[in-house]
């Protein structure tokens, strides 16, 4: 028996900060939704190449007025990926704000020498988060079929590809999550209290032998499964889902943190508490 693992409602209770601030800069700033999906997009390519929690600094801010400043540079990284005009008298070419939170300085030029890498990049994050964790219509569908046994496949096997009116190219196949076989009872704990979601740096994943290989020998033998996206072909995965044999390694492992940073063979790996579904 096989049973769906990190599928599109997983995606979307990993990202909930993200839908909690698309959901202020759509439903109080009145932004456009498939702009700000955009870019959003853009925020999280930041947050894979390095400036991690981007996105959570930029809604810390709760002055509207400074968070429109980040929209308008991100707008504007936007437009010279695509080629489009932007107005100067709208945006500092150096980004301020936008530098204000990362670590190495970037201005609208970076856009241009490296074109094809942060198009690509922002194109996966639209394609494979956005365009899911912002439908809630998707959502609600995949919520339903999950309580259909016969509709199990539905969620195992991935959403098909679709089109999509975007800024800088043609839309890929949005994630099919991994499997793995169905061994009840092994805990006492539901697995969902034992779970963490983790996420790689674009291109660096990793293998479920190194991690579990690293949090065994760092912990003692705690790692009941690990499991890890199925990427669109050609594409890395960046998304797994680690299962411990106590529910209290999550604790142990956040060590009172919102999320936990680790080095394992020289690629960085992020683990964050699982949200269950009902939560």
């Known amino acids: 028996m096989v049973r769906p693992n990190l599928s599109p409602l997983d995606l979307k209770l990993f990202h909930k900060q993200e839908r909690d601030f698309f959901h202020r800069l759509v439903v109080q700033l009145g932004q456009d939704q498939d702009r700000i999906k955009w870019v959003m997009a853009l925020w999280l390519w930041f947050e894979s190449i ?3 929690e981007f996105i959570r600094h930029v809604s810390a801010y709760r002055d509207d007025d400074v968070v429109r400043r980040f929209l308008a ?3 504007a990284c936007l437009s010279r990926l695509s080629g489009r005009p932007i107005d100067p008298a709208q945006v500092d070419d150096q980004l301020p704000s936008t530098n204000s939170l990362i670590s190495e300085p970037v201005d609208l030029r970076f856009f241009e020498y490296h074109k094809s890498e942060a198009a690509a ?5 639209f394609d494979n988060v956005c365009e899911v ?3 809630d219509e998707l959502m609600e569908r995949v919520a339903r079929d999950a309580e259909r046994p016969d509709n199990v496949h539905a969620m195992s096997s991935g959403f098909g590809e679709g089109t999509s009116s975007t800024p800088i190219g043609s839309r890929l196949s949005v994630l099919n999550p991994m499997a793995r ?3 009840p009872g092994l805990n006492h704990s539901p697995e969902d209290q034992r779970s963490m979601f983790i996420t790689f740096s674009r291109g660096y994943p990793i293998s479920r032998e190194d991690i579990a290989e690293f ?3 760092r912990y003692g033998p705690c790692v ?5 996206e199925r990427a669109p072909p050609g594409q890395p995965p960046m998304y797994g889902r680690l299962v411990f044999t106590s529910a209290s390694m999550v604790a142990v492992v956040l060590n009172g943190q919102r999320t936990a940073k680790f080095v394992i063979k020289g690629k960085h790996l992020w683990a964050r508490m699982y949200v269950p579904r009902y939560s």
Do not use: K, L, Q, T
């Open 121 to 125: 990049g922002v194109r996966y994050f």
């Open 181 to 183: 076989p169905w061994a």
């Open 224 to 228: 009941e499964v690990v499991m890890i």
């Open 215 to 217: 949090f065994n020998s």
């Open 73 to 75: 540079e991100a707008w």
């Open 133 to 135: 964790i912002f439908d």
């Open 50 to 52: 390095g400036h991690h």
